[in-house]
């Protein structure tokens, strides 16, 4: 994921774009053996994957082939550089609508961006969609139910005293949050860890979690600064 250095650290009225099963339209484009992978889209990237882990040539060629469309679409739209907010493997988050994307492999409009926040140091944003929905891209060690980023599309940017505000509430859901499965990660197939006050990263499995952990015992601060903070420290920079 390159994310632009140049565009503004809040951006809104985005285009989301990106190839809906690309390799696998690839892997047909090719005449590739395809007829024993699964129907069910996510079954199916998981055997491409794998096809492509045991078969380094054919790993190659996906990527590169992945690249070469993408900087295909981007030539033919004449899409400047400052219009490129965030390119994906796959796909790209724009300023600006592409009037072609009907290529042997169409890239696809999968919805409209209204606010992008990106943190200080544009690794990582979060995305609010026209839809509602909210994508998280970029942050290591996401807990099991981050559902509390949906708290972000209640914010109001018109004004900032209010949105300073809504940053303050977002905090004081987060701290006093009643969900253990916001401060939890998941680690091996029944391994889970959640800071606990006192003692730090603790493994334990999801029942003793859900079923034996006081919710006061959680250090829900930890959540807050690592996840949530860099997020809430741009639009304060913003409010300035």
Known sequence: MQISKTCDLIEGDLYFYDFQSCYYNLLRSIQWDISNLPEEKLNRNI????????????????????????DYYIQTNKVQDSDIIIR????????????????????????????????????????????????IKGLSNKTVDISFFEMFKNLSFSNKKDLIRGINSIRKKILNGDNPLWYTKKEGEDSYSIPILGLGSVSLSKFVILNMIDIKEIDRITIWNNLVWPFAQTILIYCQ
């Open 47 to 70: 055997a491409i994957g794998l096809m492509a882990k045991d078969n380094p040539v054919l790993a190659k060629f996906l990527n590169d082939s992945t690249i070469r469309l993408i």
């Open 88 to 135: 994906q493997k796959d796909g790209l988050l724009l300023k600006k609508k592409l009037t072609d994307t009907t290529s042997a492999i169409p890239l696809d409009l999968r919805g409209m961006v209204l606010r992008l926040i990106l943190n200080l140091k544009r690794t990582a944003y979060l995305a609010i969609y026209q839809d509602g929905v909210v994508s």
